[in-house]
C-alpha cells in the first residue's frame, strides 16, 4: 500500500469505530403499548403478576427489544456489555423444596423490578439507567415475563 493512501485509511478506520461506538444511538426510552394487558394499579406488586401470561409475553418481547437489547442483546442474549438476563434466575429453578424456590422467585423479582426502575451505580459510574416514570408497572412485568421464556437452562 502506497505511504500516502496511509493516512486516509487511518482516518476511514477511525471514523468507522467511531460510528459504531454510536451505533446504540439514542438510549430515551421507547413507549411499550401495554393496553392489552390487566392494569396493575399504582403500587409495584412484590412478584411477576404476568409470569406465563402469553399477552404478557408478547409485549415483553417487544418492549424488551426496544428498551433492552442494545446493552443486554438481541433475544436477551449478552455480547458481554451487560448481564445475561437469561440467566438471572437459574439459581431459584435448581431449588428442590418448593418453599424456598418461591422465596427466592420473590426475591429476584423484587431485585429485577427495583434494577429496572432504579438503575445500577457503581462508584458513580452507571452501569443501568433508571426507568422508573419512563416504563411503568405492566411493562417491567411484561418484560420479565419475557425473559422467563428465555431461560438459559441451569446446570
Avoid at 65 to 77: D, I, K, P
Wanted: one cysteine or more; proline letters at 5%.
Amino acid at each position: 500500500m502506497p505511504a500516502s493512501t496511509r493516512p486516509l485509511i487511518a482516518v476511514l478506520l477511525a471514523a468507522a469505530l467511531q460510528a459504531g461506538a454510536f451505533a446504540h444511538g439514542d438510549v430515551t426510552p421507547q413507549a411499550v403499548d401495554t393496553s392489552s394487558l390487566p392494569k396493575l394499579g399504582d403500587a409495584w406488586r412484590a412478584e411477576n403478576p404476568y409470569r406465563k401470561n402469553e399477552a404478557a409475553i408478547k409485549v415483553g418481547t417487544s418492549a424488551y427489544n426496544q428498551n433492552c437489547a442494545r446493552c443486554h442483546g438481541l433475544e436477551a442474549v449478552s455480547g458481554g456489555i451487560a448481564p445475561d438476563l437469561r440467566k438471572l434466575d437459574n439459581e431459584c429453578a435448581t431449588q428442590k423444596d418448593a418453599k424456598k424456590q418461591a422465596m427466592c422467585v420473590k426475591e429476584i423479582d423484587d431485585y429485577f423490578a427495583t434494577t429496572v426502575r432504579k438503575g445500577r451505580t457503581r462508584n458513580g459510574a452507571v452501569y443501568m439507567p433508571p426507568f422508573e416514570g419512563m416504563l411503568n408497572q405492566e411493562a417491567v412485568w411484561s418484560i420479565k415475563a419475557y425473559l422467563e421464556t428465555r431461560r438459559e437452562k441451569a446446570f
